[in-house]
């Protein structure tokens, strides 16, 4: 998958599914406001389902920048 880099799309789904405006790869993104174990699920079912990698809850905890997801990831 070619997600592109900086505000591409990864980053762009990623803020939806954290209810954020808007996110960029230094966003850490466990302190957002409405970051708790219902979200985390969501953000692991679209590292799974979109970029066909699954990350376990040890590596999604190993993340601390929206850039660590990509990097892991896609």
């Given at each position: 998958?070619?997600?592109?880099?900086?505000?591409?799309?990864?980053?762009?789904?990623?803020?939806?599914?954290?209810?954020?405006?808007?996110?960029?790869?230094?966003?850490?993104?466990?302190?957002?406001?409405?970051w708790?174990?219902?979200?985390?699920?969501?953000?692991?079912?679209?590292?799974?389902?979109?970029?066909?990698?699954?990350?376990?809850?040890?590596?999604?905890?190993?993340?601390?920048?929206?850039?660590?997801?990509?990097?892991?990831?896609?």
């Open positions: 998958v070619d997600w592109g880099y900086g505000t591409g799309p990864f980053y762009a789904r990623l803020a939806r599914i954290l209810d954020v405006p808007r996110v960029g790869a230094g966003t850490k993104f466990r302190e957002t406001p409405e708790c174990s219902l979200v985390a699920f969501g953000v692991l079912a679209f590292l799974e389902n979109s970029c066909g990698t699954a990350l376990s809850v040890d590596d999604l905890a190993a993340c601390e920048t929206a850039e660590d997801l990509f990097l892991r990831t896609c």
